[in-house]
T-cell receptor
Framework: DTAVSQTPKYLVTQMGNDKSIKCEQN?????MYWYKQDSKKFLKIMFS???????INETVPNRFSPKSPDKAHLNLHINSLELGDSAVYFC????????????FGAGSRLTVL | RKEVEQDPGPFNVPEGATVAFNCTYS??????FFWYRQDCRKEPKLLMS???SGNEDGRFTAQLNRASQYISLLIRDSKLSDSATYLC???????????FGKGTRLSVIA
């Protein structure tokens, strides 16, 4: 059983489209995250949710909207995709929002053409 | 200046070699440090925490120098399977998010 699973694994789309990436964890963790890893391999946090509540919202365009229907799920919706959105998006989870050990999903590689 | 900085490498070393990576951090308030490992096209995974007194896990040794604001990772007797990108990670305090460096790429060659 995959602990943190995200879908789709690959996503190729045109500029201007809207797309979603889904994430689910079966570890019973109460905190989930979205990280973005760009072409320069820099892994940067975007959002963090603890028990379905948004606790971290870094400087991310408001075209990105996370949604946590329950503490096991954190989805990411992106409107009006731009070329610069091309990256690998990693979902992660932890027990507690101050945890040091994050369990990452396998990543979703988004390519915007 | 990035909060956590690393030499991106690549470090190309023969099997059996000892290799060391350094990482510097800019925020003196940083409290906790870690090394994560990321294989090519895979997700990052925790390798080890870094304690003030230094700590060892098998062939891996991590050290923290607060005065000079750097941490290090030493790998002894390198194996082919050690080839990966090693991410230096810090946290300021409390519930602030982990801050990742860009990583140092290691290639161990037969």
């Amino acid at each position: 059983d995959t602990a943190v699973s995200q879908t789709p694994k690959y996503l190729v789309t045109q500029m201007g489209n809207d797309k979603s990436i889904k994430c689910e964890q079966n570890l019973g963790h109460d905190t989930m995250y979205w990280y973005k890893q760009d072409s320069k391999k820099f892994l940067k946090i975007m959002f963090s949710y603890n028990n379905k509540e948004l606790i971290i919202n870094e400087t991310v365009p408001n075209r990105f909207s996370p949604k946590s229907p329950d503490k096991a799920h954190l989805n990411l919706h992106i409107n009006s995709l731009e070329l610069g959105d091309s990256a690998v998006y990693f979902c992660a989870s932890s027990q507690g929002d101050g945890a040091n050990v994050l369990t990452f999903g396998a990543g979703s590689r988004l390519t915007v053409l | 200046r990035k909060e956590v900085e690393q030499d991106p490498g690549p470090f190309n070393v023969p099997e059996g070699a000892t290799v060391a990576f350094n990482c510097t951090y800019s925020n003196s308030a940083s409290q906790s440090f870690f090394w994560y490992r990321q294989d090519c096209r895979k997700e990052p995974k925790l390798l080890m925490s870094v304690y003030s007194s230094g700590n060892e896990d098998g062939r891996f040794t991590a050290q923290l120098n607060r005065a000079s604001q750097y941490i290090s990772l030493l790998i002894r007797d390198s194996k082919l399977s050690d080839s990966a990108t090693y991410l230096c990670v810090g946290r300021n305090s409390g519930n602030t998010p982990l801050v990742f460096g860009k990583g140092t790429r290691l290639s161990v060659i037969a």
